[in-house]
């Protein structure tokens, strides 16, 4: 039997009724790599419609393959798959970008949607601030791609958000989304896209602070581009590396985790090729389940950083065990 309890006040009135604050805790999140800091900061969250754009990698009558959509070809299996997470359709899906501080530059990893996807997002900067950084502070932005829940971030309302921040940007992205001709080709639920890149560009493009990279290129000591096309075609992902410890912001190449990690043949209607983005993402899994390698990623619930891990043939996501104690040998 259960018994209800109220603590009361001498004078009869009861303590809990205290208003409720329904206010989340501030999104960010820290741990050391090496001599390295990186701090995760949530942009915000956003209910991912999952039977809109999720498809798959089938096999067809041709012979070729060719990305379907999910519900279509096998209806109730994204249901599935999240209910055994305990998870609803849709999923509230993170936005998340990752801040290094390389103890002689302070690097942002993408800059979230900003104002582009209303109000739901754009709380990366108080967050950042809550983390203890202004962002004037900020030496270098480097965006996995140009989505707008990526760069979204860098100049709201037109104004930069980093006054000071070099943007770097693979060129194959930069020519592919500030491209008229791509624009007026691109399926219409993209076309936003390119005109929220030119708005979140431009101040630090007319600054003479947009810089592209060629792929592989060391960015900066410790911090390199790993080129990881698919989702889009100059998709980079960051290999962060320090004292032997390394960490793999990889971008975009899972969305919706408990769906694509038992099956990496599921994509999403947003990916510019399909069959890059699935191999790409095989690849890695691979690679992060065998060698241990840290990740942090941009739409598993934050803080996004964790493991990859492989299990009978399937790939699972261990999130990292939240800790206080950041690295007490360094200190």
Known sequence: MFFALAIISRDGGAYAAAPQVRTQAPGFYRMMLGRFEITALLDGTHPFPVHEVMTRNESVSSGERKAV??????????????AASDLPAPVEGSINAFLVNTGQKLILIDSGAGSLYGACCGHLVENLGAAGYKPEQIDEI????????????????GTPAFPNAIVRVNQKDLDYWLNAKNENEAPKFLRPMFEGDRASLKPYS??????????????????????TPGHTPGHTSYEVSSEGKTLLVWGDL???APIQFPDP??????????MSAEAERTE???????TGTWIAAAHIAFPGIGHVRSVDGQFEWLPANYTTVLNPAHD
């Open 69 to 82: 959509r999910l519900a279509e070809t096998h209806p109730g299996k994204a249901e599935a798959l999240l």
């Open 142 to 157: 480097y965006l996995t791609h140009l989505h707008a829940d990526h760069v979204g971030g860098m100049a709201p309302q």
């Open 206 to 227: 007319e600054a003479g602070r947009l810089k592209s990279f060629s792929e592989g290129l060391e960015l900066s000591p410790g911090i390199r581009a790993i080129p």
């Open 254 to 256: 899972v969305h919706v």
């Open 265 to 274: 043949a599921i994509t999403v209607t947003y990916d510019s090729d399909p």
């Open 284 to 290: 890695i899994f691979a690679q992060a389940a065998r």
